[in-house]
């Protein structure tokens, strides 16, 4: 997952505080949708935690895995 990561988003930083130092941590989500229009997932996710101040960002494995690498964020 994190050589996954790195191909995606060659030049990470946090979006808060600008750090290029994160931890990785994945999880598996289990949602169920409550409305048939909102769709449901069951997977994998990617949380990006920030070393310096710990704002966490989370991407949904499946979806970071097959997207078009690099993901371009400007």
Known sequence: MAK???VAFPKLRCLRC???SFYLIA??????????????F??????????RCGMIERH???ILRDAAKPIDTD
Request: some cysteine; hydrophobic content about 40%.
């Open 18 to 20: 600008g750090s290029e």
């Open 42 to 51: 069951n997977g994998d996710a990617v949380d990006l935690v920030c070393q």
């Open 60 to 62: 949904l494995w499946k």
């Open 27 to 40: 999880s598996r989500i289990f949602e169920a949708a409550q409305r048939p229009s909102l769709g449901a």
């Open 4 to 6: 996954a990561v790195d």
